[in-house]
């Protein structure tokens, strides 16, 4: 059974770095793509970027690019997600979810629970 | 980046009614690469239909997708207590991920 655990909520400091874990299993960890989506209270799902497990390489959001960094531990199926220089719009819900991917259809069919990061002084 | 925006952005309906969702894209999506998704309060999201039709695994078949190009439907044909919740859709095109603002779905 597929299961994605993230790490705890996380409070920070205005100007700080927040890295958010994601322990995958009951599945190949490399096999594939996982993603990082985040979101406001109230708001709606914004998609950060996602990374390969098996090769490393990472494809940001736009709005993302320079203040976010994925990585991968393989030795332990997990992925990190690193947000640089918060400020207050980063008070959000991080997720991860795993990308079912090939020509026929893009998904993401499993999601962590979320970890909810507080940026306050 | 396409932009997906979702119609209405709240709908008002009772247990046993129809719900009818709708989902534009500011351009053309390949079916293939849209997907629909739920999500009730302190949850993740979870995954109802992609491929613009097909219905997730274990996902009632109440819930049915459809459309092409620009203009895509989720329809629940009976509403029931557990499906009053937020609905998102997403599109995948040019490396990129996008999802609408959502429709809520609420008890009238």
């Known amino acids: 059974q597929v299961h994605l655990v993230q790490s705890g909520a996380e409070v920070q400091k205005p100007g700080a770095s927040v890295k958010v874990s994601c322990k995958a299993s009951?599945?190949?960890?490399?096999?594939?793509?996982m993603h990082w989506v985040r979101q406001a209270p109230g708001q709606g799902l914004e998609w950060m970027g996602r990374?390969?497990?098996?090769?490393?390489?990472?494809d940001y959001a736009r709005s993302f690019q320079g203040r976010v960094t994925m990585t991968r531990d393989t030795s332990i199926n997990t992925v990190y997600m690193e947000v640089s220089r918060l400020t207050s719009d980063d008070m959000v819900v991080y997720y991860c979810?795993?990308?079912?991917?090939?020509?026929?259809?893009?998904?993401?069919?499993?999601w962590g629970q979320g970890t909810l990061v507080t940026v306050s002084s | 980046e396409i932009v997906l925006t979702q119609s209405p952005g709240t709908l008002s309906l009772s247990p046993g009614e129809r719900a009818t969702l709708s989902c534009r894209a500011s351009?053309?999506?390949?079916?293939?690469?849209f997907a629909w998704y739920q999500q009730k309060p302190g949850q993740a999201p979870r995954l109802l239909i992609y491929?613009?039709?097909s219905r997730a695994t274990g996902i009632p078949d109440r819930f049915s997708g459809s459309g092409s190009g620009t203009d895509f439907t989720l329809t629940i044909s009976r509403l029931e207590p557990e499906d009053f919740a937020v609905y998102y859709c997403?599109?995948?095109?040019?490396?990129?991920?996008?999802f609408g603002q959502g429709t809520k779905v609420e008890i009238k």
């Open positions: 979810a795993r990308e079912v991917g090939d020509s026929d259809s893009y998904y993401f069919d499993y």
């Open positions: 009951g599945y190949k960890f490399t096999d594939y793509y």
């Open positions: 990374i390969n497990p098996n090769s490393g390489g990472t």
């Open positions: 351009q053309s999506v390949s079916s293939s690469y």
């Open positions: 491929g613009a039709s």
């Open positions: 997403q599109q995948y095109g040019s490396s990129s991920w996008t």
